[in-house]
């Protein structure tokens, strides 16, 4: 059983930047998706990493964001430059093979 844990939001100015972290525990930290989902929206995905660092960005965050990962931490990070005023939302990981959720972490942009 997989729990992750994701960490790195808070509170930022419009085009700033944050880093988001997925943390694992009780699994490996292979293919994770990020969603985001905002106040009165559907949870969206925004970003994918396969286990063999293949990535993938939807169209809101190509050319602004950055995954990675640290084996050693078994933890997947999400940058995300110049942010927006639409960026606002709670941001989730998911673990792909094991279909796990973690708890989510608020983003919110200031314009």
């Known amino acids: 059983q997989v729990q992750l844990v994701e960490s790195g939001g808070g509170l930022v100015q419009a085009g700033g930047s944050l880093r988001l972290s997925c943390a694992a525990s009780g699994a490996p930290i292979d293919a994770i998706d990020w969603y985001r989902q905002a106040p009165g929206n559907q949870r969206e995905w925004v970003a994918t990493?396969?286990?063999?660092?293949?990535?993938l960005y939807a169209d809101p965050l190509k050319g602004r964001a950055t995954m990675s990962r640290d084996s050693a931490k078994n933890t997947v990070y999400l940058q995300i430059n110049s942010l927006k005023p639409e960026d606002t939302a709670v941001y989730y990981c998911?673990?792909?093979?094991?279909?796990?959720w973690g708890q989510g972490t608020q983003v919110t942009v200031s314009s």
């Open positions: 990493i396969g286990d063999r660092d293949m990535r």
């Open positions: 998911r673990h792909l093979r094991l279909d796990t």
